[in-house]
């Protein structure tokens, strides 16, 4: 122990409470309990008073929610956006034409890989896996690309890549930025960074795992697929493969490939219901399945050009994500009234309320999570605490850094990869976004002691976290939705994934110590 620090009951209790959520994650339960367990003993160890403790709990989530309210903010309006295009048709739209592409299984498997990964940037992999899957992971199939292909494509650029990012809404850089201290654009753009090397490696080393295995288009590859469940999709590989060998060298034939797009339009086509306004919904599911893509990528060229250039006013701070729901919400009531007419002001408000409800579902869970954690932070205890203003606030967690600063390498490399494994950690609940205020605290502290970067740090831990639990290393996470579509066995999954994914997150990592 240092002699300049020193740890008090409260300080001890915190750590505590950090242990025990680490213990809780590994056995992949959820850490509210101990989080809000944790607030409290700290509160109460440290002021001695019951009743502040018990206003501590509430206050900390208050903080927590009046820090991260603008992401729940921009989760709801994007998803109440998705609804009111599911109900005009404009989401199926926007993704059809991609199918007539997919000429053979190397193309399909870059298509799925793409597609995700801008779906998933503004809308999230939750509600685009069952979008993509449906659409275009039956053209892939009869493209000739295998099942686990199609898996591993959509796991990687949607799970991983997009949501460990999460560039356009910036949820995950948001939180991290907060527990660490720093500015949330500077968490955003060091782990887009990092997320696109992961990706690369990761697709690159997933794609030679299955391209010996891509077959020829046939319509039978996708018959095969189709009449199976996933219990029985190892036998049915090995039955594409056999057909792969007996097509290899043959090349693969654009007119077969556009009647297995009409037979997925067509059979999209018979499950839609009777519409007697059908020709002017038609013209506008049309006309939104346009405008909402293109709309969106001038947001993001003005976002870049804002970033590299002075002919353009600067994004600043959480700005960027403010356009994008700002943007969105305006999307949302025209798109609303082309489809509900005269009803659109209650229909409107329906996806609202929806998308609410669905980023509260969400994120719920990260309040109490964070208010632990803000309680451990000098800049935010004071409010959760009741202190006034001129009481000195304490920093448990800092102390708690400072004190075992002896202990810690001052090797920017060990902090780095220390956090990424803490990060995959916290990952282990399946959820990605818990552990983000606990990698987070842990870079703002480290970052001060050991001299490293504590945005990088930051990063580092988000991209652990998120693609360990947010759905490509471990079973029980969302990775269960690309599996089911792409009807493979989860677990399955996981084993392909493991090998692509480490040794990606450590190509990131280690250029991430390099250039920051």
Excluded at 142 to 149: C, D, N, Q, T, V
Excluded at 241 to 261: D, E, N, W, Y
Excluded at 348 to 377: C, E, Q, R, Y
Aim: with cysteine.
């Amino acid at each position: 122990m240092t002699e300049s620090v020193s740890l008090t009951l409260a300080h001890w209790m915190y750590l505590a409470g950090i242990v025990a959520i680490f213990i809780t994650m590994i056995c992949r339960t959820t850490v509210v309990v101990p989080a809000v367990l944790g607030t409290f003993l700290v509160a109460l160890t440290y002021s001695g008073s019951l009743i502040t403790a018990f206003t501590s709990l509430f206050n900390a989530s208050m903080v927590a929610a009046a820090q991260l309210f603008n992401i729940f903010l921009i989760i709801a309006l994007m998803t109440s956006l998705l609804g009111a295009l599911r109900a005009l048709g404009s989401d199926v739209k926007m993704i059809m034409p991609f199918q007539k592409i997919m000429v053979n299984g190397h193309i399909a498997f870059i298509i799925l890989a793409v597609v995700t990964y801008t779906i998933s940037l503004f809308f999230w992999p939750t509600p685009a896996v069952p979008l993509v899957g449906a659409i275009l992971i039956p053209a892939a199939i009869a493209a000739g690309l295998p099942s686990m292909g199609a898996l591993l494509a959509i796991a990687i650029a949607g799970q991983g890549m997009a949501l460990s990012s999460d560039y356009i809404i910036q949820v995950a850089p948001g939180i991290s930025a907060k527990a660490a201290g720093v500015e949330t654009f500077l968490v955003a753009d060091r782990t887009f960074v990092l997320s696109l090397v992961t990706g690369a490696v990761a697709l690159m080393l997933a794609y030679l795992k299955i391209r010996r295995d891509i077959a020829a288009p046939s319509q039978q590859l996708l018959d095969n697929w189709s009449n199976t469940n996933v219990a029985e999709s190892a036998d049915v590989e090995q039955e594409n493969k056999a057909i792969q060998k007996r097509t290899r060298g043959t090349f693969p034939h654009k007119a077969s490939m556009a009647s297995v797009s009409k037979t997925v339009a067509s059979d999209i086509a018979e499950e839609a219901e009777p519409d007697p306004y059908a020709a002017m919904r038609e013209k506008w599911s049309k006309f939104f399945s346009i405008m909402v893509p293109v709309t969106f990528v001038i947001i993001v060229a003005y976002m870049i050009l804002a970033k590299f250039s002075d002919s353009v006013p600067t994004i600043q701070g959480g700005d960027g994500a403010a356009l994008v729901g700002g943007v969105a919400a305006l999307i949302l009531l025209f798109s609303t009234w082309a489809g509900a007419g005269r009803k659109f002001l209650s229909v409107a408000s329906d996806h609202v309320t929806d998308g609410l409800v669905f980023a509260f579902k969400a994120m719920g869970a990260v309040l109490p999570i964070a208010g632990f954690f803000f309680i451990g932070n000098q800049e935010t205890v004071g409010s959760i605490l009741g202190l006034g203003a001129d009481e000195t606030a304490p920093a448990f967690l800092f102390d708690l850094v400072q004190a075992a600063a002896w202990a810690i390498p001052e090797n920017s490399l060990f902090v780095a990869f220390s956090l990424l494994l803490m990060g995959m950690i916290t990952g282990a609940d399946g959820s990605g976004f818990s552990g983000l205020p606990l990698t987070g605290a842990l870079a703002g502290a480290l970052g001060q002691t050991v001299g490293t970067d504590a945005a990088t740090l930051a990063s580092i831990g988000q991209m652990g976290a998120i693609w360990t639990g947010g759905g490509t290393l471990v079973a029980w996470s969302s990775l269960i939705a690309v599996a089911g579509f792409a009807r493979v066995p989860v677990l399955d999954a996981v084993r392909t994934l493991f090998l692509p994914v480490l040794i990606g997150l450590s190509a990131s990592t280690l250029l991430g110590v390099l250039i920051w």
